[in-house]
C-alpha cells in the first residue's frame, strides 16, 4: 500500500455520514489476548460491503476455511479531510454465501500494537493470513517497528492463532522481514509492505512482497516464520506498482497487482492503479505480463486479491464508495470472476445502488467532457463529472489547468457536450485552491451553444469565486447540445495563477411529463426498449432524451397483455419513465411513413472563436455534427472538412478535427432510417495557431531595448513590455523601451495576434558599474535544481513577493523533490556578480520529523558559491550553528561575509533514507544584496554648547553612488544622507555636562567604520 502524497488536502467540509448502523448483533471484541468474537452482522446488498460508513476496512485478503469465505483488511480510521492513511486495526469479514451474505464482521480482530512489541501499532497496512500444514492460521502484517535507526520502518510481522478470527500472538518476537534484511546497511530502497504468501502444491510456502515498481520473493521454512532462502526480486511484471497476490490454477501461477502507468487510459492521474495479472509455471516465474483486468476504482489503490470459493472464482479489492468514503477511508468489494480457458477475462464492477439507476437533476455524468488544457497527469479532465468528493482530495479527484508558476496564458475553458439537446437551468460548481500555484479564477462565466453552432453566454447568472466550497449557480434556463465555462486566471506579475476544479456539475429543467412511449413485442420475445424517448419540456418543447431501463423479467412477457417497463433518464429527478409494453401473438404493424427530413447542425469548439479574435481560433477546432428528427434518435451523420468526408451510421453525433491553418470549409448533413436528408450545413473555420515573429535587441549605451513584431496570418493585435512583475504597458511606435535606472532588470516583451497567440522574450538589462543591490537579489536569477517533482515548479525557488525576509509575504509557489531522496541542490544563477552577505531559505514541510514521510527539511545543509573560473564551487562558512536552520514557518537566515560571485548552490542532504521517507524542497529562497563598498570615512569631535557637551560627527562618502549613514553612539543614534563623494555632518546634543570617551560607529549597508571622541567637561 503506498503512500500518496496529497498535492492538495481540501478543508474542513461538513458532511455527514449515514451512522444508521446495520447491526444485526452486537458484542465487544475481547482484544488480542481473549477469544474473538463478531461485533456485529452486516445483511450486505452488494457493494461496497459495509456500505453505509460505519466501518472502512480495506486492502482485501480473502482465505478460505472449510465453508467460510473470511475476508482481512486493515481498518481505515482517517477523519473525512485526513489527507493520509490512519490504521492501526484489523478486522475481518465473514461469509458463507458471498452473493446473498449476511457477512459477519470482526472489528479489531487484532490489533499489531499489543500484539507486536517491537511495533508501534501505528499502521496497520496490507497483510495477509494463511492456513498453514500444522492447521493454525498465520497472519502476515506491514507494521512500523519502533526502530527508529531504520531508513525506513515498515517490516513484516507474523501473528499465529488457532482460529481463523484470533486470539493472535507473535509467532516470532520480532519482524520477519525488515528493511536491513532487504537492503542491508544502504538507504535506498522500498517500503517493506503488501506482504502475500502462496502455499504450493507439495506444500512448501513463497513469501512475496513489493512497493514503488518493485515486486520481491523469498522462501520460507517449514515453520512459516522464517525465510530458507535468497531474497530474489521478480521480472516480467509491466508497471507493477504494489500489492502482489500470487494463486496457481493448474500448473499455472498468476500474479495480480496493482498496475500504475500515469498518462495512461486506465490511470491517466499518477496517482491511480488498475489491476493486472501475469503469469508463470513455477512461483518464482519468469513472469510474463498478460492484461488489465479491472479498471481504475474510485479509490487511488486498488489492492486485489483473487481466491475460488464454493466452486466461483471472485476478486476482492476495494474502493471509496461507501457513504463518506474517501481515498483513506476505503471499503472492500468482491466481484465475480469469469475465464476463458487459462485467461482472465475482464472484471465487472458492480454495485448495491448501481450509479446508472440514480435519480439525479445533475446532468453532467452523461456528457463528453473536453477542455482547451488539462495537466494530466496528475489531474484528470474525468474529474470534472465524475462525482462530488466530501473527503480529502488527492490530484486525480481534480481537473486543473497547470502549466508552471510562468505561464502567460490566461484563459482556459471546460466544456461538456451531449448527443441530445438538454434543457438547462443552472450549474455547480468547486474550486480547489493549493499552497503553491492554484488559486480560484479572477473571473469565469458560463457559455451555450445554440442551433446555429453560435456560443452565447447565459442570463441571469452569478459567478462566486471562493475556493473549497461548493458553489450552485441558476440561470435563466436554455436549450443546448453544448455548455462551456471560461476560466480567468488570477494575475501575479506577468504570469497567471492555475485554476483546479474538483467537479461540475449541469442541472437539468424538470421534464413536464416522464410518460414513455408503448412498445410492442411478441410472446417470449424481450421487448426492444427505446435508447432515449421523447419529454417535454415548457418553453422548448419535446426532446430526446436517453433512458436507462431496468431488466424486464421473462416471466412478464411470457403471456400476451400489457406490462411496464420502468427506467431512469439522466437529470430528471422527479421520477423514473415508465413504458407500457404490449405483449402480443402477432407482430405489430409497421407505423405510417416519416416524410420529414431532419435538421443538421454544426458546433465548432476550440481555443477562440469569439468575437474578440474575430472568429479566429488559436489552436485546432472540433466540429460535431449533430442531427435532430421527431422520429429517429440515431441518425446517418455525414460531414467533409476541406472536401474529405466521413461518416456515421445510426448515430447520434459525428466529430470533425480541423487542424489546417487559415480557413478551412466544413459542411454536415443527417439522414433519418426513412432516407430524408437534411439541408446541408456550412461552416468556415479559421485558423491561426502561429505565434507572432517577435525580435528584441538590448542597446547597452543607451540602456534601451528595442522590439518589432510582425504576424501574417491573422494579424498582429498589440505589442506590448512590463519591466520586472509591472503592469503591461503599450511599446511606443518607435519600439524603444527605455529602462530609467542603473538597476538590474528583467524586461519582458510580448506580441499577440488577433487569434491569441503570443510570443513572449524576455532581456536581462544588467546594472551599471557600482549600482548598489539591496533587497532580495533572488528574482533576478534563474533557479535550477537536480530534481522537481513534476507538480511543483523549479521557479518556485525564487518566485515570491513581497520585502526581504517578510513571513507575511506570498511565497509563490514550491520547488519539491518527493518522493526522491538522497543528495539534493537548487541553484540560483545570475547574468552579472552579485554582492550578498545573507540569505533566507523557507524551508517545505508538511510532516513532521518523526513522521518519516513526506516533505521534510534536510537532516543538513551548506551554501556553496562559483568562483570567477566559473566552474569551481566553494563552500560558504557561515555564522550558523554547525547544523544548518530547518525552520519551516519562516524564514531561516545565515549570515556570512560578503561574497561575490555569479550564482550560489544550496546542497541538502535529504531527511528520509529511502524514496518518500522525507523529500527536501523550498517554499522560497532569498537572497541578500551588500550593496556597493562606499569608502566611507569619519571623524567625531565634541564641543561645549550652553554647558552641555556635543557630539559632532563628519561622514565621508569616497563611492559613486549616495549612501543614507547611519551614526550610532551610547548618547543617541542619527540618520544622515551622504552624497557621492561628499560630507555630512551631525551633531547629537549629549545633554551632559561631562562625558568619557567613547566611539561613534558608522555603518552603510554592510560598511561601516569607527570614529573615536575624547573625554571631554564642560562645567
Not at 523469498?218 to 512459516?224: C, K, R, T, V
Request: aromatic share 8%; with cysteine.
Amino acid at each position: 500500500m503506498p503512500r500518496p502524497r496529497p498535492r492538495a488536502a481540501r478543508r474542513s467540509l461538513a458532511a455527514a455520514l449515514c451512522a444508521a448502523a446495520l447491526a444485526l448483533t452486537t458484542a465487544p471484541a475481547a482484544g488480542a489476548t481473549g477469544e474473538e468474537t463478531v461485533t456485529r452482522t452486516i445483511p450486505s446488498a452488494g457493494n461496497p460491503i459495509i456500505a453505509d460508513g460505519s466501518y472502512y476496512l480495506a486492502d482485501a485478503a480473502p482465505l478460505v476455511v472449510d465453508d467460510t469465505l473470511y475476508i482481512y483488511g486493515g481498518h481505515d480510521e482517517a477523519a473525512e479531510q485526513q489527507a493520509g492513511f490512519e490504521m492501526h486495526e484489523y478486522g475481518v469479514l465473514a461469509t458463507s454465501d458471498v452473493d446473498d451474505g449476511p457477512w459477519e464482521l470482526t472489528e479489531g480482530a487484532m490489533r499489531p500494537g499489543d500484539v507486536f512489541e517491537w511495533a508501534t501499532g501505528a499502521a496497520a497496512y496490507a497483510g495477509h493470513t494463511v492456513r498453514a500444514a500444522d492447521g493454525r492460521f498465520y497472519w502476515y502484517a506491514p507494521v512500523e517497528s519502533s526502530d527508529d535507526s531504520l531508513p525506513n520502518r515498515m517490516a513484516i510481522g507474523v501473528a499465529v492463532a488457532d482460529s481463523p478470527t484470533g486470539p493472535w500472538t507473535d509467532a516470532i518476537g520480532a519482524p520477519l522481514v525488515d528493511w536491513r534484511d532487504v537492503f542491508g546497511s544502504s538507504t535506498n530502497g522500498q517500503e517493506v509492505i503488501d506482504p502475500h504468501v502462496l502455499i504450493d502444491h507439495d506444500g512448501s510456502a513463497h513469501l512475496y512482497w513489493g512497493s514503488w515498481g518493485v515486486a520481491r520473493m523469498a522462501p520460507l521454512d517449514a515453520s512459516m516464520t522464517a525465510l530458507s532462502g535468497d531474497i530474489i526480486t521478480l521480472e516480467g511484471l509491466d508497471d507493477f506498482y504494489e500489492a502482489p497476490w500470487v494463486f496457481h490454477r493448474g500448473d499455472t501461477y498468476y500474479m495480480l497487482y496493482d498496475w500504475k502507468r500515469g498518462g495512461s487510459d486506465c490511470t491517466p492521474s499518477n496517482y491511480q492503479a488498475c489491476v493486472a495479472y501475469a503469469t508463470a509455471s513455477s512461483p518464482a516465474g519468469p513472469w510474463e505480463f498478460q492484461d488489465i483486468i479491472l479498471g481504475g476504482t474510485s479509490s487511488t489503490t486498488v489492492h486485489p486479491s483473487m481466491i475460488e470459493f464454493d466452486g466461483a472464482w471472485y476478486l476482492t479489492y476495494h474502493t471509496k464508495d461507501s457513504a463518506g468514503g474517501g481515498h483513506f477511508r476505503r471499503s472492500v468489494a468482491v466481484d465475480a470472476v469469469t475465464w476463458r480457458g487459462d485467461e482472465i477475462l475482464p472484471v465487472r464492477q458492480t454495485w448495491a445502488e448501481d450509479p446508472a439507476f440514480r435519480l439525479n437533476r445533475n446532468i453532467a455524468p452523461v456528457a463528453k467532457a473536453s477542455a482547451s488544457f488539462t495537466e494530466s497527469p496528475p489531474m484528470r479532465l474525468g474529474a470534472l463529472n465524475d462525482g462530488r468528493a466530501e473527503t480529502a482530495l488527492l490530484p486525480p479527484d481534480q481537473w486543473g489547468n497547470y502549466r508552471g508558476t510562468d505561464s502567460e496564458v490566461e484563459t482556459d475553458w471546460v466544456m461538456y457536450q451531449w448527443d441530445a439537446p438538454v434543457r438547462l437551468d443552472g450549474t455547480g460548481i468547486e474550486f480547489e485552491q493549493d499552497q503553491n500555484w492554484i488559486r480560484p479564477p479572477a473571473s469565469w462565466h458560463v457559455e451555450y451553444v445554440d442551433e446555429a453552432g453560435t456560443w452565447h453566454p447565459v442570463e441571469g447568472a452569478e459567478y462566486p469565486t471562493s475556493a473549497n466550497t461548493w458553489h450552485e449557480v441558476p440561470f435563466e434556463a436554455v436549450t443546448t447540445t453544448a455548455l462551456r465555462a471560461v476560466f480567468h486566471g488570477a494575475q501575479e506579475g506577468a504570469a497567471f495563477h492555475s485554476v483546479s476544479v474538483s467537479e461540475w456539475e449541469a442541472y437539468s429543467v424538470a421534464a413536464d411529463d416522464l410518460a414513455g412511449p408503448t412498445v410492442t413485442t411478441t410472446v417470449g420475445t424481450a421487448p426492444e426498449l427505446p435508447e432515449a424517448v421523447r419529454l417535454p419540456f415548457d418553453g422548448t418543447g419535446a426532446l430526446w432524451t436517453p433512458v436507462n431501463w431496468h431488466e424486464v423479467p421473462e416471466e412478464d412477457y411470457a403471456e400476451p397483455g400489457s406490462i411496464r417497463a420502468m427506467g431512469v433518464a439522466p437529470g430528471q429527478a422527479a421520477g423514473e419513465i415508465t413504458a407500457e409494453i404490449l405483449v402480443a401473438d402477432e407482430p405489430a404493424p409497421p407505423g405510417p411513413d416519416d416524410g420529414t427530413p431532419p435538421d443538421a447542425a454544426l458546433v465548432p469548439s476550440g481555443t477562440g472563436g469569439t468575437s474578440a479574435s474575430q472568429g479566429w481560433y488559436s489552436s485546432p477546432v472540433d466540429v460535431r455534427v449533430t442531427g435532430a428528427d421527431e422520429t429517429d434518435y440515431l441518425l446517418d451523420l455525414a460531414g467533409s472538412v476541406a472536401g474529405s468526408r466521413s461518416e456515421a451510421q445510426a448515430a447520434r453525433a459525428l466529430d470533425l478535427r480541423v487542424d489546417s491553418e487559415g480557413e478551412t470549409l466544413v459542411t454536415g448533413t443527417a439522414a433519418d432510417s426513412s432516407g430524408n436528408v437534411s439541408e446541408p450545413r456550412e461552416l468556415a473555420v479559421r485558423i491561426d495557431t502561429s505565434p507572432p515573429a517577435l525580435s528584441t535587441q538590448f542597446r547597452p549605451d543607451e540602456r534601451v531595448v528595442a522590439a518589432d513584431a510582425s504576424d501574417g496570418l491573422s494579424g498582429l493585435d498589440r505589442l506590448e513590455f512590463r519591466v520586472d512583475d509591472g503592469a503591461w504597458e503599450p511599446v511606443a511606435e518607435s519600439g524603444a523601451i527605455v529602462v530609467e535606472d542603473a538597476l538590474p532588470h528583467r524586461v519582458v516583451v510580448r506580441a499577440r495576434d488577433v487569434a491569441g497567440n503570443s510570443t513572449i522574450e524576455s532581456v536581462t538589462v544588467p546594472p551599471t558599474d557600482g549600482a548598489a543591490l539591496t533587497g532580495n537579489l533572488a528574482p533576478y536569477a534563474t533557479a535550477s535544481a537536480s530534481f522537481t517533482s513534476s507538480w511543483e515548479s523549479v521557479n518556485g525557488l525564487n518566485d515570491g513577493a513581497g520585502e526581504l525576509f517578510d513571513p507575511t509575504a506570498d511565497t509563490g509557489s514550491n520547488w519539491g523533490t518527493w518522493s526522491s531522496v538522497g543528495e539534493q541542490w537548487a541553484q540560483l544563477t545570475w547574468d552579472f556578480s552579485v554582492t550578498t552577505d545573507e540569505i533566507g531559505i523557507w524551508w517545505y514541510r508538511d510532516t513532521p520529523d518523526q513522521g518519516g514521510s513526506g516533505m521534510i527539511p534536510p537532516r543538513s545543509w551548506s551554501l556553496q558559491a562559483l568562483d570567477d573560473d566559473g566552474e569551481t564551487w566553494r563552500e560558504i562558512a557561515t555564522d550558523a550553528d554547525s547544523d544548518a536552520p530547518r525552520a519551516s514557518s519562516d524564514y531561516a537566515r545565515v549570515a556570512f561575509p560578503p561574497v561575490v560571485t555569479t550564482s550560489l548552490r544550496i546542497v541538502a542532504q535529504a531527511w528520509g533514507g529511502s524514496d518518500g521517507g522525507g523529500s527536501t524542497g523550498i517554499r522560497e529562497w532569498q537572497v541578500a544584496g551588500a550593496g556597493e563598498a562606499h569608502d566611507l570615512s569619519a571623524e567625531a569631535t565634541t564641543r561645549c554648547a550652553a554647558g552641555t557637551v556635543v557630539l559632532v560627527t563628519r561622514v565621508a562618502n569616497g563611492g559613486d553612488a549616495p549612501v543614507d549613514a547611519t551614526v550610532e553612539t551610547t548618547h543617541g543614534t542619527r540618520t544622515l544622507p551622504v552624497d557621492a563623494g561628499g560630507t555630512a555632518s551631525t551633531a547629537i546634543t549629549t545633554r551632559q555636562v561631562a562625558i568619557a570617551a567613547g566611539n561613534a560607529v558608522v555603518t552603510a549597508g554592510t560598511e561601516s567604520t569607527t570614529a573615536p571622541y575624547p573625554t571631554t567637561d564642560c562645567s
